[in-house]
């Protein structure tokens, strides 16, 4: 009988603690959230203009494309030379892009520091003005790729072409 009341008596002590403490952690965490210092959000100048290399087996895979068909080797013949201008154009202007991306990423951690939002936005007017030229580059090359496109393709592919596109260009954008 003696040890039943011992075990009971601690048991009793052991429930009562646990769920004491259990309600006093909670209040504590909510008095006292945890502040983690903010990441400065990634800055891609590629997807900012519209840099685009497309995937030839995926644009393939969706247009449901058959190696059989006659104009299956122009089409890739089409997409290879338009990554490769893509590629050369990023391998031209790759030190302005990397001093862009330095610009704003030194514009984002003075944000953090002052919260003066006018700072970020002037980098950023700043930098839009100096790749206005290669944005439009990007766009003629973009227009020519769809000339090119448009007669090797039927018109229920070539929508699909459109569609897929604009899909890639949304998921790249920031």
């Known amino acids: ?10 048991l009793f002590a052991l429930v009562a603690e646990a769920q004491f403490n259990n309600g006093r ?4 965490v909510n008095r006292n959230p945890v502040t ?9 100048v590629k997807q900012v203009i519209g840099l685009s290399i497309y995937d030839v087996d995926l644009v393939i895979k969706k247009l449901k494309l058959k ?6 080797k122009k089409i890739i013949t089409v997409f ?51 790749f206005v030229p290669i944005t439009d580059q990007i766009k003629e090359r973009e227009k020519k790729l769809d000339e090119d496109l448009e007669p090797l393709l039927s018109k229920k592919q070539f ?8 899909k890639i260009k949304k998921k790249t954008k920031p």
């Open 25 to 28: 952690r909670q209040r504590v």
């Open 80 to 130: 290879n030379a338009f990554n490769r201008q893509q590629r050369e154009l990023s391998r031209i202007h790759s030190f302005e892009f990397s001093e862009a991306k330095s610009k704003v990423e030194t514009a984002q951690k003075d944000v953090l520091k002052s919260r003066d939002y006018s700072v970020l936005q002037k980098v950023y007017k700043e930098v839009s003005d100096g």
């Open 1 to 10: 009988m003696k040890h039943f009341l011992i075990a009971f008596f601690v």
């Open 67 to 72: 190696e059989s068909s006659d104009n299956y």
């Open 36 to 44: 983690q210092q903010q990441k400065t959000p990634e800055f891609n």
């Open 159 to 166: 929508k699909k072409w459109k569609k897929l596109q604009m």
